[in-house]
């Protein structure tokens, strides 16, 4: 069973920066894009970031310019560092396989890392 496991969220002042991280095995690592994910408190879930196995990458337009996501090879992980946060990037995330450059998802959903952002 592919499993992905995110990490990093928390409590951030407007303005701060967060760095999350998604670790998958080195066979899921290597063979598949990901994608990270958010949805926000009576919002529909949907995708922030995603890098395909090459390194091409995909933004939301909300995330264009302060988000950024890459993959560390070393560990196996694809980070997604997050400056200049706004209380609207209050959400919990996710990171997933995507059929990328498409939205649409491979596999089950897991829990999340919560990010939240004051004012």
């Known amino acids: 069973q592919v499993q992905l496991v995110e990490s990093g969220g928390g409590l951030v002042q407007t303005g701060g920066s967060l760095r999350l991280s998604c670790a998958a095995s080195r066979s899921t690592f290597l063979g598949n894009a990901i994608g990270w994910y958010r949805q926000a408190p009576g919002k529909q879930r949907e995708l922030v970031a995603s890098?395909?196995?090459?390194?091409?990458?995909n933004y939301a337009n909300s995330a264009k310019g302060r988000f950024t996501i890459s993959r560390d090879s070393a560990e196996n992980t694809v980070n997604l560092q997050m400056n200049n946060l706004k209380p609207e990037d209050t959400a919990v995330y996710y990171c997933?396989?995507?059929?990328?450059?498409?939205?649409?998802?491979?596999?089950?959903w897991g829990q999340g890392t919560q990010v939240t952002v004051s004012s």
């Open positions: 997933m396989r995507v059929a990328f450059p498409t939205t649409i998802v491979l596999g089950s």
């Open positions: 890098i395909n196995t090459q390194g091409r990458t």
